[in-house]
């Protein structure tokens, strides 16, 4: 496990930066094997960091990445990141943040589909002298999306759309349940004015989420709580603590989760319904398909190319019966078109392809006139971008530049350039691909080759 700290700011952490970005500072280590059962069982894991003496003050974000090695040299990584304020200690006490936020109740509380959890955080002045005017700030993102390279030939939604499906925040909830927004749905980061706290005094800020009742077990969304503002003396103030809500269909459900997570009133949630086969979901909803009058099912789709190089546009089309009429399609949460095709509705677009190698997905998510939503998904291959991995002079004194781009399909060429800030002036040896005269012109001035598709 290792865990890298990088400057952050208010709201959400941006996703990690690239390898090679030099963090603040680091930590890894090894940590104990997770525990495995049939059913997935939790593993808590606590790290602890230590700040370097010269690390300036801030709000840092934090990415956490677990490497598992199995018996047969297989590897699978996973990462997760959370916000992390290195502040100003009290004025006399190096151990005392100057402001403390402090989650009071659990961190990771596993509740059934449905369910709302309440946060409280103890806000607390520990300067001596100084009244402190704060604002509270409140996040939520979904956090548990399918794995990258995840190839499942039909749709899921139980674990949660990646593009926009996170739990709903509210300070102050009371006893009511929170209102579950419509699909897709980008929580916004949401803003509390605290009273002054005196000096040495403290403020409890309660921050409830909840999680959608088609939720199966694993799904997860975090939400963090930054309070920023100013000292009596006009210094600034900032400090932060986040939790995470994760679903668990074996927790017990209250009222307020069987209202949405057993539409079928079985006593059971619907996600364990359709995993069970019990109830059919057609339309990748993780609704049981009993409870909807009208399902809209998918019919046909297509990627094209379904094996492009990372990043490459990517040609996309989905329809579904429209039982109901569409209102709104995406694709990895970019909105298509409506079009027609022999007279039958057609969504279409162009999305790129994901950067990583390997097999990905599209992810569709139609939403029809009547708020009802079906999802489906489509497998492609993003394969390797060719690489030059040898370049050497042979027993002919030719210059052999030795590359791995073999897939079917794709024609390398060398490329000729004199001048490596001209991007435009890269020309294409004769030769066709793969080939190149050794009499690669003028003996004077440098050249440089490239390979090109
Ligand atoms: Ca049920
Ligand atoms: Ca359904």
């Known amino acids: 496990m290792s865990v890298a700290f990088f400057p952050g700011g208010a709201g959400q952490c941006p996703p990690a930066p690239a390898a090679g970005v ?28 230590p700040v370097p003496a010269a690390t300036p003050l801030g709000v840092y974000c934090a990415y956490g990445t677990v490497t598992v090695t199995f018996s047969d040299g297989m590897t699978l990584a996973a990462g997760g990141d959370t916000t992390v304020c290195i502040a100003e200690p009290a004025a006399g006490m190096p151990t005392v943040p100057r402001l403390s936020v402090t ?14 959890a309440v946060a409280r ?10 009244a402190v005017t ?37 300070f102050n909830p009371g006893t009511n349940c929170i209102p579950l927004p419509p699909h897709p749905y980008t929580q916004p980061a949401i803003s509390n004015a605290l009273p002054v706290i005196p000096p040495g005094d403290s403020n409890v800020v309660t921050v409830a989420i909840r999680s959608y009742g088609q939720c199966a077990s694993g799904s997860c ?24 809500l994760v679903v668990d269909t074996g927790a017990p459900s209250t009222p307020c989760a069987r209202a949405v997570n057993d539409c079928n009133l079985n006593g059971i949630p619907d996600a364990l319904d359709i995993a069970a ?38 040609q996309v089309q989905v329809a ?30 162009t999305i ?25 998904i489509i497998t492609y291959q993003v394969r390797l971008p060719p690489r030059i991995t040898r370049i050497f002079i042979d027993g002919n004194r030719d210059a052999i530049i030795e590359h791995n781009g073999t897939q079917a399909g794709l024609s390398l060429f060398v490329q000729e350039n004199s001048n490596l800030s001209c991007p435009t002036c890269w020309t294409n040896r004769p030769g066709g691909p793969h080939a190149s005269p050794h009499n690669a012109g003028p003996a004077s001035g440098t050249r440089f080759f490239r390979l090109r598709n």
Do not use: H
């Open 22 to 49: 030099v963090p603040a500072f680091a930590f890894s280590g090894p940590v104990a094997t997770p525990a495995c059962t049939s059913t997935g069982a939790f593993t808590t894991y606590t790290v602890v960091a």
């Open 103 to 116: 989650l009071l109740t659990p961190s990771a509380p596993r509740l059934a589909p449905g369910e709302t």
């Open 121 to 130: 955080y103890s806000v607390k002045n520990n300067d001596p002298s100084n």
């Open 134 to 170: 704060v604002m509270a700030i409140a996040t939520s993102r979904q956090s548990a999306v399918r794995p990258q390279g995840a190839n499942e030939r039909q749709g899921v939604y139980s674990i949660s759309s990646p593009f926009g499906d996170d739990f709903p925040i509210q």
């Open 221 to 244: 969304a975090e939400s963090t709580l930054a309070v920023t503002g100013t000292f009596a003396d006009g210094s600034p103030a900032f400090g932060c603590a986040g939790m995470a």
């Open 277 to 314: 086969g019990r109830s059919q979901d057609r339309n990748f909803n993780a609704m049981p398909d009993e409870c909807e009058e009208i399902v809209t099912v998918p019919v046909a789709s297509s990627v094209n190319p379904t094996n492009p190089l990372p990043s490459q546009p990517l």
């Open 320 to 349: 579904f019966n429209e039982a109901a009429p569409m209102q709104t399609v995406w694709a990895d949460g970019q909105q298509l078109t409506r079009t027609n095709l022999g007279g039958l509705p057609f969504w279409q677009g």
């Open 352 to 376: 790129p392809a994901d950067a990583r190698p390997g097999p990905q997905t599209v992810y569709f998510l139609g939403r029809d006139q009547l708020g009802g939503i079906s999802t489906f």
